[in-house]
């Protein structure tokens, strides 16, 4: 079953403008993650954002991450088309010693120059 | 540093058909999965190993079976290939809760 499911499905923008991209899950967790995979690769990792942190930067990257209301948002400044890819939110089942992450189905991100 | 390598990238089975695929990390992970990846499906668990020589159940076992008999590889077996099992294969591998690194897939094809 999905944990994670990320909205929209698809999101297309012009190069230059801001990708927002929101992630939500049902099961309390210990961090929340984010991967984009580029057509036809392995996913890459992004983000890592731990359960008592509620914001992250990274470059051009910005995660929030709400635990009250089970949600997460992956916001992508200033959008090139080198970022087309889909996006995808991954979480760890709870419980000590449990890694094993579960992806939403992801957002398609299409940014035409 | 390879990474996260599988073998083979594509492979075309008929129906009932045996084969097994290979993922080999060289990062020194305790933990390896392998992950399938369908059209409007994302990426579902299949079977995942915590250890040399420890394997569990992930989502959608049926028709699959894993070993891993070195800490570095993670095999991957289809005993008899269904074309339900068309899709693309992922490994990745991990130490402990931190990021994946995933190899870059097995298209594989059942006919």
């Known amino acids: 079953s999905q944990q994670g499911e990320e909205d929209p499905q698809a999101l297309s923008i012009q190069e230059g403008e801001n990708a927002t991209m929101n992630c939500s899950y049902k099961?309390?967790?210990?961090?929340l993650q984010w991967y984009r995979q580029n057509s036809g690769r392995g996913l890459v990792h992004l983000i890592l954002i731990r359960s008592n942190e509620r914001e992250k930067h990274s470059g051009r990257l910005r995660v929030t991450l709400d635990t009250s209301k089970k949600s997460s948002s992956l916001l992508i400044t200033a959008s090139r088309a080198a970022d087309t890819a889909s996006y995808f939110c991954a979480t760890p089942p709870g419980g000590a010693g449990s890694y094993q992450l579960t992806f939403g189905k992801g957002t398609k991100l299409s940014v035409i120059p | 540093n390879a990474g996260v390598t599988q073998t083979p990238k594509f492979r075309v089975l008929k129906t009932g058909q045996s084969m097994t695929l290979l993922c080999a990390q060289d990062?020194?992970?305790?933990?390896m999965y392998w992950y399938r990846q369908d059209p409007g499906m994302g990426l579902r668990l299949i079977h995942y190993?915590?250890?040399?020589?420890?394997?569990a159940k992930g989502e959608v076992p049926d028709g699959y079976n894993v070993s891993r008999l070195k800490k570095q590889n993670f095999l991957l077996g289809l005993e008899s290939a269904a074309p339900s099992q068309t899709s693309v294969y992922f490994c990745a591998s991990s130490y402990a809760d931190l990021p994946l690194h995933f190899g870059n897939g097995t298209r594989l094809t059942v006919t």
């Open positions: 099961t309390s967790i210990n961090n």
């Open positions: 990062m020194n992970h305790e933990y």
């Open positions: 190993s915590v250890g040399e020589g420890t394997t």
